[in-house]
């Protein structure tokens, strides 16, 4: 019997894109056996924390060091994580398989669209970036830092004029009516890998590489490839307020950029187009542009405010 253990988080929005992933496995492979098993991470059991005290006290990330550990215990076979949740830099002895299609990018505004919000409207969104843009757009808005899954975050509007949570979350979990806006990916890049799985295996599962083989969309990888080689080259994270969204058109990778101040007063922005065939080398070029101008100083400012 050929069995296949898949980890994940325990939230509705996790399964469901677990689902989502292994549809045309189970497709291909009718006769294997599958088991899901749930994983709670330290960001799910603390949300009163700064994400990044949780991400540093756990060693990794907040949202994918026990999957994480789970795989490299040799608990589960394959993680499917958020791809934004997951470090830039991935642990010895783990890849990242190419991600099936990625779902939709933007940043969905609930409860209200921007233009209608009044001054000194109340808006939900734990984001550094996500606050960061806005703050440059409206700075009359009133951010407030809530946490939780996304039930929980849409389940704030009776206390908040409008929450922002992904697009992507929203359409896997079929709750497409809350949005009241989409917010532009040209004014709002998303976080790198924002709407993407990351498919996360150990190097040496030969077994699992096989079995999820052809899964992968080639596009997509290089999109997000040159995404997170660019936060990579900036010492980014979670915590610092960085925007990227990478396109294929053509035969040519193009990548847009962006870093916000965190009180959004000032935006620096770079753009490049490529080969797909050297995703990481066009993602290093964008964050060069970066801090050529001056995107180092707006960094460590996010840096020192998310320590604060």
Do not use: W
Request: aromatic content about 2%; hydrophobic content about 40%; proline content about 6%.
């Amino acid at each position: 019997m050929v069995e296949l253990v898949v980890g994940s988080r325990a939230s509705q929005l996790a399964r469901a894109q677990v689902r989502e992933f292994l549809a045309p496995v189970r497709e291909r492979f009718p006769d294997l056996v599958i088991r899901h098993r749930a994983i709670l991470e330290d960001g799910d059991l603390d949300r009163k924390t700064a994400l990044r005290e949780v991400s540093e006290r756990g060693g990794g990330s907040a949202f994918s060091t026990n999957q994480v550990a789970a795989l490299l215990g040799r608990e589960v076979d394959v993680v499917v994580h958020s791809l934004k949740d997951l470090p830039t830099e991935n642990p010895d002895g783990l890849v990242l398989l190419p991600p099936p299609p990625r779902e939709d990018v933007r940043d969905a505004l609930c409860g209200s669209t921007l233009a209608a919000l009044p001054t000194g409207a109340r808006i939900g969104t734990s984001a550094a970036r996500r606050i960061a843009q806005l703050l440059h757009v409206r700075p009359d808005l009133r951010p407030e830092r809530i946490r939780g899954n996304v039930p929980t975050r849409l389940a704030r509007l009776k206390a908040l004029d409008a929450v922002v949570v992904a697009a992507a979350g929203l359409r896997r979990l079929g709750r497409t009516e809350e949005i009241a806006e989409l917010l532009p990916v040209a004014l709002f890049p998303p976080s790198p890998g924002q709407g993407a799985l990351g498919i996360q295996i150990r190097e040496d599962n030969t077994l699992a590489r096989e079995l999820l083989y052809g899964t992968g969309d080639l596009t997509t990888d290089a999109e997000v490839r040159a995404e997170r080689a660019m936060l990579a080259e900036l010492h980014g994270g979670c915590s610092v307020p960085v925007g990227a969204h990478a396109t294929t058109a053509g035969g040519v990778l193009t990548l847009h950029a962006q870093v916000t101040s965190t009180d959004g007063t000032r935006q620096i922005e770079a753009r490049l187009s490529g080969t797909p065939a050297e995703p990481e080398k066009l993602g290093v070029a964008v964050a060069g542009l970066l801090l050529d101008r001056d995107a180092e100083s707006l960094l460590a400012e996010a840096r020192g405010y998310a320590h604060a």
